[in-house]
């Protein structure tokens, strides 16, 4: 496994390269316990008809949070793919509010990183969505 | 419930209604089993370098083709909400083709709707991703 | 929604009455946060040859906890049934231990109820596994 | 991979071995599809007051459903195990009848195994729980 623990700057650059559609953006990460916060606008792009944030904007922060967590420890690793995904949609998010998530993994084995992501409307306590995801991690590195 | 199936037409209609940002398109109804066939077009924006479709997209797909079984049934009912969304990505998706869902439903109940997604590279017969999903149906309509 | 909240001793009585074959028992339950913490002992019965204890057994742990953290807030409500469960196994629990859940629901709402469940090998720290799962509370009670 | 295929016999004999207390049994090995059907008595045991089949029992089946499917087609190894395991209720099963599980693979891959699992009560045609799952193939065998 790479000793190399990648700094935020290295990892918001990373992000932007590789989905560069996606509007996510990097906000913190916990030296402690390893756990990052990710942050998407919401605005037009992301409100359906009634002022719900959209559920597959909340599943691609999901995915985007669980790999930054994963590759804010072991190294940026292009390679690591998503094999499962579950969410819990709890309650309405804000239209007037970014969505955040925190994600901290559970797991980080050799070949599988499993992680769990709360996701909250910005400055609220109560949690809009919950996800928990695998992550494969290729083999040599 | 209500007993006025929409026609293709009108659900392609809606969709472009509630979900503006996003390209899907309804493909098909099989009116034996209920089930729906969505796609998506595959270009730059659904590309990670690599040529690998993003998961995001495929979980765009699944919520969609869910969203579209449940109202080719119970008629449009804007207000059906995903409460819970799980997807296995099994194999990379071909750059060069449409991704098409095909979605059956297990169960459709008064207040939940529980269904299965396939996903496929436009003419492969290898799923690339599998889903399953339930729906809150709103109470009173 | 009742108002009245079971105490411990009913908790535990229903358990035995309406799981009479599981050999779970209700440990803790937080007034505070409202999470429950539910045992299951590991003996011969539990465990698979090689000394792990059986996946089966943790997932009827986790099944229990959500059943019984619901209970605690709504009081017993024998027709509550799980809609939907799904489990991260992630590290081999110890074969001398007991095997301890701790479930806090990240939803109540009037038709669904959402927890969350953490296990872990009794006085390890490591979970060794985590599950989220949704049950479907009667309409009329 | 192991090309030894085992007999239908030989992976009864393992099941007994490997899970001396559950009651599952293998009941047919689908060579063309490789899908594996297995059963699970219904008797007071399993029911729960009110008549239903508990749900752990379900989740027993599903899992074993699931190994069984992956040993009928890799040879027999007790090292696999199940890292995630997804389970949707959908009807309330006969008190009267056997479960029976039908499990086939999505995918078998050299580190991962996933696949679906449909239940029913023995003789009706309405599942009555779908599940998916994984499983982690040691690597060396």
Chains 1, 2, 3, 4 share one sequence.
């Not at 190294?75 to 995904?85: C, E, Q, S």
């Not at 990183?113 to 695998?134: K, L």
């Amino acid at each position: 496994m790479t000793e190399h623990r990648p700094s935020h700057a290295e990892l918001n650059a990373f992000l932007k390269a590789e989905f560069p559609q996606n509007r996510c953006t990097l906000e913190e990460v916990d030296e402690t316990d390893g756990s990052v916060v990710v942050a998407h606008p919401v605005g037009e792009s992301e409100l359906r008809p009634g002022g719900t944030v959209s559920g597959p904007v909340m599943m691609t922060l999901a995915d985007v949070a669980l790999y930054l967590a994963i590759l804010a420890r072991i190294g940026i690793v292009p390679l690591a793919v998503t094999t499962n995904l579950s969410i819990n949609f709890l309650r309405k998010p804000r239209a007037d509010r970014r969505i955040m998530a925190r994600c901290r993994l559970m797991k980080l084995g050799k070949t599988l990183a499993v992680g769990e992501v709360w996701i909250f409307s910005e400055g609220e306590d109560e949690p809009v969505a919950h996800a928990t995801g695998t992550y494969a991690i290729p083999r040599e590195r």
